[in-house]
């Protein structure tokens, strides 16, 4: 990792150094848009093509049968059922818990309003596979849309699908698993095919390609919703001098481990601490199975000393982490002074780790600074909400008035007349 002294930095200076690495686009937005194209126009077929040539593939069905996830859930081993039905009980727990209420309010007497809330009708998930198959988000992105009331969720996972994400997608409700990944996955997943179930919003998290093609499938009317932008994964720790430095280092490379282009950052007015972490930081990487992805991402990584807590709070809200983990003396204090965070770990006995599989919180989170203006994942992103208002006439006598002069303010005659007509009615009525 590379250390900075943050106050020898110019404010440019501090900037560029808290800039993530650019996401190198080389082409890929002509490249996506042409397999969505392909996927609208051909269906069903495009899509065997499309992996016989990108995955290297050949797709006996594009959709798993009953026996297909029966045999699946044979192969997983009774020890990972029970660690995740551990991890739904928390996951369900903390999630069930953010159901939403309606809201009925008289705002005078009879002016009625309420607040009401809707499950999106059809969701689709798409889960990465291939060298790092991500059981746990199936779990993240599954249960929540069960508990809000989904009608029809769906599953995208890259072919073979990894079996313990079949046995979880089925033990969480989901309606049908579809052996597709990558752009043409997401591709399906906002148009639909023969096969596959057109949504209406799309959840996951994926490679640089999925990623691009949520965007571009989010921007067409015709498409899909999506849960929220998403770069590579990172975290940021602030720890003192009290701090366990090989905590530290395990912290930073669970992150690390995820990609070349991950992101950790330690900021601390300890240099003594920065340094034993790196000495942490070599110990254990070596021993990492994924070490040469870890020492990719750490290249790109920062170190800043800083003068005080009061200071690493001030830097990490200008950076806005998807992941904030917070090794002081004591971590509680500082939580009313973070913001800009996709998901806070406080103490030296909460890893990263724990959010990421049976703590409950969810692991789906903003990345790339978006957290400044994204929520992490939670039971509302599979709802949307709408309002009621009621008048009778003795409500609407009571505001028409000033609806009237309003709208006559802002020139929109037809407003002021949809009122003026009533109470007129109203008035020769009385």
């Known amino acids: 990792m590379q250390t900075f002294d943050w106050n020898r930095l110019s404010k440019q200076e501090q900037a560029d150094a808290l800039r993530r690495p650019a996401l190198a686009q080389g082409g890929r937005d002509a490249q996506v848009a042409d397999i969505i194209e392909k996927v609208r126009a051909g269906g069903d077929a495009a899509l065997r093509e499309l992996t016989r040539t990108l995955d290297k593939v050949e797709l006996e069905r594009l959709q798993l049968t009953e026996e297909d996830i029966a045999a699946a859930g044979s192969r997983v081993s009774e020890e990972l059922k029970a660690a995740i039905e551990l991890a739904i009980d928390n996951i369900e727990a903390f999630h069930r818990a953010q159901l939403p209420s309606p809201v009925v309010l008289d705002t005078k007497p009879g002016v009625r309003c309420e607040l009401h809330y809707q499950p999106i009708e059809k969701v689709g998930l798409y889960v990465p596979g291939g060298s790092a198959p991500l059981v746990s988000t199936v779990m993240m992105l599954a249960i929540p849309a069960r508990l809000a009331g989904c009608e029809r969720v769906v599953l995208c996972s890259p072919p073979p699908v990894n079996d313990a994400i079949v046995y979880t997608a089925r033990r969480c409700g989901v309606d049908a698993i579809y052996s597709l990944g990558g752009a043409q996955a997401v591709a399906a997943l906002a148009y ?239």
């Not at 023969?194 to 498409?223: M, R």
């Not at 006559?408 to 407003?415: I, N, S």
């Open 192 to 430: 639909g095919t023969e096969t596959v179930t057109k949504v209406d919003k799309i959840f996951g998290p994926g490679n640089a390609w999925v990623t691009e093609a949520k965007g571009q499938v989010s921007g067409d009317v015709d498409g899909a919703a999506i849960d929220m932008p998403a770069g590579p994964s990172e975290v940021l720790v602030i720890a003192d001098e009290s701090a366990d430095a090989a905590f530290i280092a395990s912290d930073l490379l669970s992150q690390a481990e995820h990609g070349p282009d991950s992101q950790v950052i330690l900021v601390t007015p300890s240099r003594a601490l920065a340094e034993r972490v790196d000495a942490a930081l070599a110990e254990q990487l070596a021993a990492l199975s994924r070490a040469d992805i870890a020492r990719r991402a750490l290249a790109e990584s920062r170190t800043f000393i800083c003068d005080d807590l009061a200071q690493a709070v001030a830097i990490s809200n200008a950076y806005a982490p998807e992941h904030l983990i917070v090794q002081t003396e004591d971590p509680r204090a500082l939580l009313p002074k973070l913001r800009n965070a996709g998901s806070i770990f406080l103490g030296a006995w909460t890893p990263e780790s724990v959010g990421d599989y049976a703590s409950g919180t969810n692991h789906t989170l903003p990345t790339y600074g978006y957290a400044r203006t994204c929520s992490s994942l939670g039971l509302a992103d599979y709802q949307r909400r709408y309002t009621v208002q009621e008048l009778s006439p003795a409500g609407l006598q009571a505001i028409g008035p000033a609806v009237e002069l309003l709208a006559a303010t802002e020139t929109l005659d037809a407003h002021k007349n949809a009122v003026s007509l009533r109470l007129a009615k109203l008035e020769k009525q009385a």
